[in-house]
């Protein structure tokens, strides 16, 4: 079984929405625990316990938000202890030009500096799903289907 965190920061409640979209796609995978907590709900102790995690935000000046990078930055305390683990990223924006690649870049690139794979969308939202506002029919979907890239991969490799 392998165990999937998704983790997001969330003001408005368009990013928690993104969320529980990507925990539905992620529990569509046989052999998949899933866990969808609020970043004020996790400690970098906790993360030790997934095999992938996930992390949305909404986008503030281009970026993540103070809460998901203050997880980042006190999760220096387990450097090396996530390599191997899979990652992924979403974010939501107020506008269509609001900076969501650039949260999601940020997001991934956290992630990989702790050494986590990182796997890429050839057909949708390459980097991890997007919304501009509420999650519309599209980024639901591009939510459902990180879920289930994150959760398939996590299986194949700790299932």
């Not at 938000?65 to 939501?92: M, N, R, T, Y």
Request: proline share 4%; aromatic share 6%; hydrophobic share 40%.
């Amino acid at each position: 079984m392998a165990r999937v965190l998704i983790t997001y920061y969330s003001r408005t409640g368009n990013t928690e929405k993104m969320a529980h979209l990507v925990a539905e796609g992620a529990e569509e995978v046989a052999d998949a625990d899933v866990a969808t907590r609020p970043v004020a709900d996790v400690t970098p102790d906790d993360l030790l316990d997934f095999d992938a995690i996930v992390m949305g935000s909404p986008v503030y000046y281009g970026t993540m938000a103070a809460e998901l990078k203050q997880l980042i930055d006190e999760s220096i305390c387990h450097h090396g202890k996530l390599d191997g683990k899979v990652g992924g990223g979403f974010a939501s924006s107020g506008g269509v030009g609001g900076g969501n690649e650039t949260t999601v870049l940020d997001i991934l690139k956290a992630l990989l500096i702790h050494g986590m794979i990182i796997k890429g969308d050839p057909g949708g939202d390459h980097y991890g799903p997007i919304a501009v506002g509420a999650p519309d029919e599209r980024s639901a979907g591009e939510c459902r289907k990180l879920g289930r890239s994150v959760a398939e991969l996590a299986v194949r490799l700790f299932g």
